[in-house]
């Protein structure tokens, strides 16, 4: 603090906290804090206690000397000088009180030496001393701020009477007080003693260490409080989220069920309305019967008033013409419509509102975890690049605040890919959790545009998350083939169609053998089921085959123009389309082969050189495609799957190759040609995926099984 800050607030520095009013005798407890003796004596008093005082600012317990006398305890020499200055700050407007004669003058001086205020007649004496001829003396209304400076830099004198000019020196042990040269002789003669200046060097090693400890624990706090701040903003943030969330929720479920409200009112009104009309329509006709029977009766009343017996006997064969037939049988129509009144009734969706009842629209989750989102970190290829098609992958890592891998059953973990537009540009990401704060992360890239993969824990992002991907488009090679020509166990004559289960089992059409063969992905025989016939768990010239959710195999059973459903051990279950002749779509030639993906349902039409879509109902939607051999045209497509980026691969048979599309049917690539070699086809007629991208091709000349990465 300078010297004029000092001033400024010296009022302040020379008040006593619990008087209010400048220190006298100013006392110093361990704790640092300073008080008036007699505030101190005051507060011994009112305690009721005899060895042990409360320190006003902190309520510390404090030791009373051993003598009894809170004067024994230190004194805070640097109030002492503080109280000096403020008398030579105030000196023009307060009088100084003189350290020799007691009385008190507004025209004073102050002997560095002496440490002591002199008035005007004291002075002269203390001049004539010899001893005190090179003092410095100063008046002071002449003090400058160095010279305020030399009387806070003043030593400290032994407070013990008569000693009062005597510098402090040393230290007692026995005492734990400091002392000077006359103290060591007398007061402390025989105590252990040792020079003040080395108590102090080794009292200023241990304060600057504390000093250095305590500054590290605030710079702990200060991160604990900024900390503290930003889970308080994560709290604010995350609240506010949370209820967005629901009010967003709860809207939609407002909007949805006013919108189900509208559709059922409406639906209502349509009945009410038809009804009505049938029953007015009935009422009308009615009406008209009555109408006309009336004027028949009163037509035929008139006829036996009027008419004579011999005409009235004449006309049996006209009777019926005064009450008509229809009239009659229209009347019984209405009278028995009106039998089967119809009815109206609101059947509530109770389930729906004890559901509400009991659950609620949702629930609100609060729970405390260590997992810190900044923290957490990411390792592997997966979140720098990746390859169109094949599987990627990362590991995510949870960890603390300290960066220690860390659980929580309860965090949330979400893992999105993206492209710059935002949408998702990767399918099937799957996320294992490891139960020990890791877990692996899988996905297979769809787009070769920039994207990013984005990683939140609690809903915030991990360290260094959005990550920037370098997608790299897809190349294949060839890196296995197995089978053979033949109809012994694993050989093959004439491979159709192909599908792969979950396992990674490998389902085969064996066309010319007449069944279906299932083998590893590794090329292993596994099991086989079929043979030429016409019996339920008979097969005659198969062809296409696919694999539903549930691991069944489905067998297009050309021979028997039927669709053959059997379990994955190849025990029949159900068949469709016997005896229903050649099936009927929207302008289909020669449908070879349909799958089901996402919507839609895809089929090729090999007469037509097309591949045509339908939605899940079979209403159809568009289709693509001609024949010819340029990209995107087709000599005979066949068989048809959906790679891991959700791109359709089309067998383009006659062409030797295979094609691959978005669903739209815009053409992205194609591989193959015509040949025997590795990479090379003769009449490719069908594809499946392996859980790791790789893409297994039914060679049928060839007669092999071909797997590209």
């Known amino acids: ?20 009013t400048t220190f006298t005798e100013p006392k110093i407890l361990p704790c640092l804090h300073s008080f008036c003796l007699h505030c101190l004596n005051e507060i011994l008093r009112t305690s009721g206690g005899h060895d042990m005082i409360a320190c006003p600012e902190c309520r510390r317990e404090v030791q009373v000397p051993s003598s009894g006398n809170l004067k024994d305890l230190p004194t805070n020499f640097r109030i002492n000088s503080l109280l000096d200055v403020l008398a030579i700050k105030e000196c023009h407007t307060a009088r100084v009180k003189c350290g020799n004669c007691d009385e008190s003058s507004r025209h004073s001086s102050y002997c560095f030496q002496c440490c002591a205020f002199w008035c005007d007649e004291c002075i002269i004496a203390h001049n004539l001393i010899k001893a005190n001829k090179e003092h410095r003396v100063l008046a002071l209304k002449d003090f400058e701020d160095q010279d305020i400076e030399d009387v806070l830099k003043r030593p400290a004198f032994c407070q013990q009477k008569h000693h009062e000019k005597e510098d402090l020196k040393f230290f007692c042990k026995n005492c734990d007080v400091a002392i000077c040269n006359l103290c060591v002789a007398t007061i402390h003669d025989g105590h252990a003693k040792i020079v003040l200046e080395e108590v102090a060097s080794e009292r200023k090693i241990q304060v600057r260490s504390v000093i250095e400890t305590q500054k590290k624990n605030i710079e702990h706090k200060k991160n604990v409080i900024a900390d503290l701040e930003r889970q308080c903003n994560h709290i604010e943030a995350r609240g506010n989220a949370v209820k967005r969330d629901i009010h967003k929720f709860a809207e939609n479920m407002i909007e949805f069920i006013e919108k189900k409200k509208k559709e059922m009112l409406n639906k209502a009104d349509k009945q009410i309305k038809e009804s009505l009309g049938c029953v007015r329509t009935q009422q009308c006709e009615v009406k008209r019967q009555v109408k006309l029977l009336e004027t028949a009766v009163e037509k035929a009343e008139t006829f036996l008033k009027r008419y004579t017996n011999a005409e009235i006997a004449q006309i049996d064969k006209s009777l019926n013409m005064l009450l008509p037939d229809d009239v009659s049988d229209v009347g019984k129509q209405a009278a028995s419509d009106l039998e089967g009144l119809r009815q109206f ?3 509530e969706n109770k389930t729906l509102l004890g559901s509400l009842h009991s659950d609620g629209i949702g629930s609100f989750q609060s729970y405390v975890t260590n997992t810190c989102a900044h923290q957490s970190t990411a390792e592997g290829k997966g979140i720098n690049e990746a390859i169109v ?7 995510l890592t949870t960890r603390n605040a300290e960066g220690e891998q860390c659980y929580n059953e309860r965090d949330s973990v979400t893992v999105e890919i993206k492209n710059q537009q935002g949408h998702d540009c990767a399918t099937e990401v799957r996320l294992k959790d490891e139960k020990d704060g890791s877990y692996k992360v899988r996905y297979f890239l769809k787009d070769t545009g920039k994207c990013q993969v984005s990683v939140k824990v609690n809903e915030e992002h991990i360290r260094g998350s959005p990550f920037p991907i370098k997608p790299k488009p897809r190349q294949f090679r060839h890196v296995l083939s197995f089978g053979k020509q033949g109809s012994s166990v694993g050989m093959l004559c004439c491979p ?7 396992r990674d089992e490998i389902a085969v059409t064996d066309n010319k053998n007449h069944r279906v063969q299932v083998f590893s992905s590794d090329g292993t025989y596994l099991r086989s089921f079929g043979g030429k016939g016409n019996l339920d768990h008979q097969l005659r010239d198969p062809l296409g085959l696919s694999v539903d959710r549930n691991g069944n195999i489905i067998v297009a059973d050309k021979g028997n123009k039927v669709i053959k459903t059997f379990s994955p051990s190849g025990q029949f279950l159900y068949k469709l389309g016997e005896d229903e002749g050649e099936g009927e779509g929207e302008g289909f030639t020669s449908p070879f082969h349909c799958i089901q993906y996402d919507k839609y349902l895809i089929v090729s039409d090999d007469g037509d050189h097309c591949i045509k879509v339908f939605d899940i109902n079979g209403n159809f939607l568009y289709k693509f495609g001609n024949k010819g051999n340029r990209d995107g045209e087709f000599n005979s497509p066949r068989f048809l799957s959906v790679n891991k980026a959700g791109h359709l691969m089309v067998c383009d048979k006659n062409n030797d190759r295979v094609q691959v599309f978005e ?3 815009k053409f992205i690539t ?4 015509q040949g025997n070699g590795p990479g090379e086809f003769k009449d490719p007629t069908s594809t499946a995926v392996l859980s790791d991208g790789r893409i297994v091709v039914a060679d049928w000349l060839n007669h092999r099984i071909q797997i590209f990465e």
């Open 1 to 20: 603090m300078d010297i004029k800050t000092l001033l400024d607030n010296l009022h302040e520095e020379v008040s006593c906290s619990v008087c209010m």
């Open 345 to 347: 009734r609101f059947k």
């Open 389 to 395: 098609g094949l599987e990627s992958n990362f590991l």
């Open 496 to 502: 159709y169609g192909m599908a792969v289960n979950e």
């Open 663 to 665: 669903l739209s049917g």
């Open 670 to 673: 194609k591989f193959g040609k």
